[in-house]
């Protein structure tokens, strides 16, 4: 999937991709004390801008997760991966992202995964190039 424009992202989320290419993960608080990530610019509940800035954990649970046994050009891996909703430590909404799990047998629901930074940081999403398992991470 491409999205063939430019958008400028603000103040808010500028700050988010910034603390990306630092390697710290950050999300924002709601009115209802849930921590997003990526960050909510604005509150669901109320509309106001969300401006609490939480710093969050590099490991996570998946909650939910799907095999992609063949891997198309673009994806963030050229292997065989799991798509995952992975909440984060500190955080209450779940990411969509790739696990690199080696095979599905060994992920599942409850796994214990740790970010992936990639090599090189542009302040973009993909500055996360993909999560690992963490060893002994119940499944």
Not at 25 to 47: I, Q, W
Not at 51 to 71: C, F, I, K, N, R
Not at 106 to 114: E, L
Request: net charge negative; aromatic share 10%.
């Amino acid at each position: 999937m491409a999205y063939p424009y430019n958008r400028t992202v603000g103040t808010e989320l500028s700050r988010f991709f910034r603390s990306l290419s630092a390697g710290v993960l950050e999300g924002t608080r709601g009115s209802d004390g849930r921590v997003y990530f990526p960050p909510a610019e604005f509150d669901p509940n109320t509309g106001v801008r969300l401006d609490e800035w939480v710093t969050l954990a590099d490991v996570g649970t998946v909650m939910s997760w799907t095999w992609q046994a063949t891997p198309s050009a673009g994806q963030p891996l050229d292997h065989p991966f799991a798509w995952a909703l992975i909440v984060l430590d500190g955080a209450d909404v779940p990411v969509l992202h790739a696990v690199d799990a080696g095979s599905s047998d060994r992920i599942g629901t409850g796994s214990r995964v740790k970010v992936r930074w990639a090599s090189e940081r542009s302040g973009g999403i993909t500055d996360i190039a993909c999560f690992d398992l963490v060893a002994g991470g119940a499944a």
